[in-house]
Every structure is written in C-alpha cells, then in structure tokens.
Nanobody, 120 residues
Framework: QVRLVESGGGLVQAGGSLRLSCAVS????????MGWYRQAPGEQRELVAT???????NYADYVKGRFTISRDSAKNTVYLQMNSLKPEDTAVYYC??????????????WGQGTQVTVSS
C-alpha cells in the first residue's frame, strides 16, 4: 500500500512563491513516476509536472520556467517549487505516484490535495 500526503499550500499574492511537498510512505520502491497535478473549480484535473525514477522531468507548457519538480529519495518526498505565481495557478494541487508492472498493469496513487490560491 502507498500513501501520499501533500502539504505547503496556501494563499499568496501574484508573483510570489510556494513550495509544495508530497510525503510518500508504504511500498515506495514500486513507484516508477511521481507527479503533480492540479484541478481548478469547474475544470478537469491537469498535469503540472512529472519526475520518473532516474529519468527526465516533464512540465506542462503553462508552468515551464516557473515551476520545478524535484525529489529527495532519502526522505521519500517530492517537491514542487512554484515561482512567479499567477492567479490562474489557483487550484487544488495533487500528488500522484504510479507503478507500472511488467505485464503492463499500471496503478495510480493519489494524495488528498492541497489548496493553492493566488490573489491578484
């Protein structure tokens, strides 16, 4: 079983910064890719950034150059550093882990989300 717990959300003015954390516990060695997603009210959940084990990070175009995803394997924690925040970044941010098995089966694990609100 895998558990993900996000923290670090809050209210910030446009142009400000926040750092989100996602603490992962359980059978963490099975996780291939960690990622951050977000969902604004009335919108679909969308990709923000991903970081695979030993691979290249990937960012959505709307956060490139402003957000940075990283992981501390010793602490089993994934971070999302968000700079130059805009009001349109306001959303609930979710952490997700995924495990792909050799037979192609994929399992997804989600955190409970943390609210980020950017005021203009």
């Amino acid at each position: 079983q895998v558990r993900l717990v996000e923290s670090g959300g809050g209210l910030v003015q446009a142009g400000g910064s926040l750092r989100l954390s996602c603490a992962v516990s359980g059978t963490t060695f099975r996780i291939n890719v960690m990622g951050w997603y977000r969902q604004a009210p009335g919108e679909q959940r969308e990709l923000v950034a991903t970081i695979p084990s030993g691979g290249t990070t990937n960012y959505a175009d709307y956060v490139k150059g402003r957000f940075t995803i990283s992981r501390d394997s010793a602490k089993n924690t994934v971070y999302l550093q968000m700079n130059s925040l805009k009001p349109e970044d306001t959303a609930v941010y979710y952490c997700r882990g995924s495990t792909r098995y050799s037979d192609g089966t994929v399992y997804y694990y989600w955190g409970q989300g943390t609210q980020v609100t950017v005021s203009s």
